[in-house]
């Protein structure tokens, strides 16, 4: 498969993908604005830039799109939306899961325990229970993954599901080993992902140049 995306890695993994198979591309929206509405970084929309981001992909891809799914936060649904114009998809159906709207744990731990965004993923994945509150990669990922495979798609058809980068993050360390740092180094950037092939109980994932396959992980 040929995708145009800024991440080389993601491109090469493209190239890899298994043509007669169902295959899922998890990643996160595209560019957005900065400044919070009012506080609430819910309402930020793609920036220009994002939209012709997300454009560019849709138009590069090569196989035939398959199902849409998103987080109900608009920026999300915008991102599939315009890669699906790009690709010459007019009306998308596009499903929102709140599986797939955010991390609770993050949030949680932001609100009631002060812990920073990326003190909490930092914690995550080194298991330091001042930063997590209880809460463990494994059950951060495995609800997304859960809902990943929910839908079987096509065969030889690419399904899109659009998220956030906490999610992102979540899935590369679970299944990757991902470790960010404390202020968010090696953080995922706009439209970086995963791609999946398989079933629920024997998946293959790629990030970042790796390969790996989980069975009944």
């Known amino acids: 498969m040929k995708i145009n995306s800024p991440y080389e890695e993601m491109v090469r993994a493209a190239a890899e993908l298994p043509k007669e198979a169902n295959v899922k591309l998890f990643l996160r929206h595209a560019k957005r604005f900065d400044n919070p509405v009012n506080g609430d970084y819910s309402k930020l ?64 731990a932001q609100e009631e325990h002060h812990v920073g965004w990326y003190e909490y993923f930092y914690g ?60 968010g180094e090696n953080w995922c950037g706009f439209t970086e992902g995963l791609f999946f092939a398989g079933t629920r109980e024997d998946f293959t994932a790629y990030w970042r140049g790796e390969k790996k396959r989980f069975t009944n992980w």
């Open 45 to 108: 929309l793609l920036t220009p830039e994002g939209i012709r981001m997300a454009q560019e992909i849709g138009r590069s891809i090569d196989r035939p799109l398959g199902h849409f799914y998103a987080s109900s936060v608009e920026r999300c649904r915008q991102t599939i939306r315009e890669i699906a114009h790009g690709a010459g998809v007019e009306e998308p159906n596009i499903i929102s899961l709140e599986v797939y709207s955010g991390s609770a744990g993050a949030y949680r």
């Open 124 to 183: 995550l994945q080194r298991n330091i229970p001042e930063y997590t509150w209880g809460a463990t990669l494994y059950g951060e990922a495995r609800p997304v993954v859960d809902a990943i495979f929910s839908d079987p798609g096509e065969e030889g058809q690419l399904d899109l599901i659009c998220s956030h980068d906490s999610h992102v993050v979540v899935l590369a360390s679970a299944l990757f080993g991902l470790k960010t740092g404390i202020h």
